[in-house]
């Protein structure tokens, strides 16, 4: 039987469903939103909520040009820690969120998270995988990369919307089981609480450092890249599309080794926007050519990459990093022996054996890791103590 869907269009509605969410003891919720694929930036494009018993589908686009204050009472809903809020999968919608609107979500249960403790053979599972493996059936997902920005939105569309909500109060009520049989409850607990704090990060001053290392772009090109980088970054703003459909990232990084000279060679340069070939921005393409460009030169210290405890220690203090990274490696092989690799690796992640080595368990891991790696390490009869402290305190 299909559920009920509300299909919400105006703020009065929306105020009308918020107030009637925030009765509730929790909401099963997700976002669609376009990155980059059809329009330039990342555009919310519609939030479903389901309450338990029918699904609600809010279309924010036309409560634009105040958007934020039209969804204002269904935000006040999401910041409020009385209501649950079940998502699956939710980093990109809280960072979207926070980048957007500046909400920050309260109280998450996240069934991906819940899998991901239970250890089992996919730490990273989709929802539709998820359905099927726990529900025992498939729902379409055909929709999943439909352009949600086109309207009116198809019922197939619609279907696919409430489907990534239908199931998640069903979802999460299995995997608690599981977690509480296990004695894990209290995992999914400390890692969904964390969420809370996570954040968009704004002021990314080299954007085009992360492509160009993505295309190995070769150093002596690195400044036509970033000015490459910059006017298509331009002109994708002033004709609201993605940067892609005004200069493909291969072909950017193509042009940035073999520039375009010329007017003739322009016109029939292949892969480009039209509005590229037209002034003013094909004189600029041009004189970046055999301009004079400054070197990129290395980037801000609070956005430089730390180098691996190895490079950066010497003499004694590398001996007891190592020494650290020694007892870390037996103690994540005791855990995928004991529980499984899925489990040793969530322990112990490569990231979070550098984290334990520099700043200690104590800063780099959750109560429930410490409590787990405590109890591995009476286990096997391996001595811990010295890995709670910083490495040089």
């Given at each position: 039987m299909k559920p009920i869907i509300h299909y919400l269009t105006t703020a009065a509605q929306v105020a009308d469903a918020a107030a009637?969410?925030?009765?509730?003891?929790?909401?099963?919720?997700?976002?669609?939103?376009?990155?980059?694929?059809?329009?330039?930036?990342?555009?919310?494009?519609?939030?479903?909520?389901?309450?338990?018993r029918e699904v609600y589908l809010i279309d924010p686009l036309?409560?634009?040009?105040?958007?934020?204050?039209?969804?204002?009472?269904?935000?006040?809903?999401?910041?409020?820690?009385?209501?649950?809020?079940?998502?699956?999968?939710?980093?990109?919608?809280?960072?979207?969120?926070?980048?957007?609107?500046?909400?920050?979500?309260r109280n998450i249960v996240d069934t991906s998270?819940?899998?991901?403790?239970?250890?089992?053979?996919?730490?990273?599972?989709?929802?539709?995988?998820?359905?099927q493996s726990e529900l025992g059936f498939e729902v379409d997902k055909g929709e999943q990369k439909s352009n949600w920005l086109k309207r009116p939105l198809t019922e197939a569309q619609k279907e696919y919307a409430a489907n990534d909500v239908l199931y998640l109060f069903e979802l999460t009520?299995?995997?608690?089981?599981?977690?509480?049989e296990q004695g894990r409850a209290q995992w999914a607990a400390e890692e969904n609480h964390a969420l809370e704090?996570?954040?968009?990060?704004?002021?990314?001053?080299?954007?085009?450092?992360?492509?160009?290392?993505?295309?190995?772009?070769?150093?002596?090109?690195?400044?036509?890249?970033?000015?490459?980088?910059?006017?298509?970054?331009?002109?994708?703003?002033?004709?609201?599309r993605p940067s892609?459909?005004?200069?493909?990232?291969?072909?950017?990084?193509?042009?940035?080794?073999?520039p375009i000279a010329s007017h003739g060679a322009l016109r029939n340069a292949s892969g480009l926007h039209p509005e590229l070939k037209r002034a003013p921005y094909a004189d600029e393409l041009i004189a970046l050519a055999t301009a004079e460009l400054a070197p990129d030169g290395p980037p801000p210290a609070d956005q430089r990459r730390p180098q691996p405890f190895r490079r950066r220690?010497?003499?004694?203090?590398?001996?007891?990093?190592?020494?650290?990274?020694?007892?870390?490696?037996?103690?994540?092989?005791h855990l995928a022996a004991d529980y499984s690799p899925v489990l040793a690796n969530t322990v112990l992640s490569n990231?979070?054996?550098?984290?334990?080595?520099?700043?200690?368990?104590?800063?780099?891991?959750?109560?429930?890791q410490r409590q787990l790696l405590g109890e591995t390490a009476g286990q096997h009869g391996l001595a811990i103590a010295e890995l709670e402290t910083p490495l040089q305190a």
């Open positions: 009637h969410f925030a009765t509730l003891p929790r909401i099963a919720i997700d976002l669609e939103f376009d990155d980059n694929r059809y329009r330039y930036g990342r555009h919310l494009a519609l939030i479903q909520v389901f309450d338990g036309p409560l634009e040009p105040e958007m934020a204050a039209g969804l204002e009472p269904l935000f006040a809903v999401l910041r409020n820690p009385a209501v649950a809020k079940v998502f699956h999968s939710c980093k990109s919608d809280i960072l979207l969120l926070d980048e957007l609107f500046g909400v920050h979500c998270v819940q899998f991901t403790l239970l250890a089992l053979e996919d730490n990273n599972i989709s929802l539709g995988r998820l359905i009520d299995r995997l608690t089981a599981r977690l509480q704090a996570v954040r968009y990060g704004r002021g990314e001053l080299r954007p085009h450092l992360r492509l160009a290392g993505k295309y190995r772009v070769a150093p002596q090109d690195l400044p036509l890249f970033r000015e490459l980088y910059a006017l298509r970054d331009r002109i994708a703003r002033q004709l609201d892609y459909m005004v200069l493909s990232n291969d072909r950017l990084a193509e042009l940035a080794h073999q220690f010497g003499g004694p203090i590398a001996a007891k990093a190592e020494a650290r990274e020694t007892l870390l490696m037996s103690l994540k092989n990231r979070l054996i550098g984290d334990v080595v520099e700043q200690g368990s104590l800063a780099a891991l959750r109560p429930w």
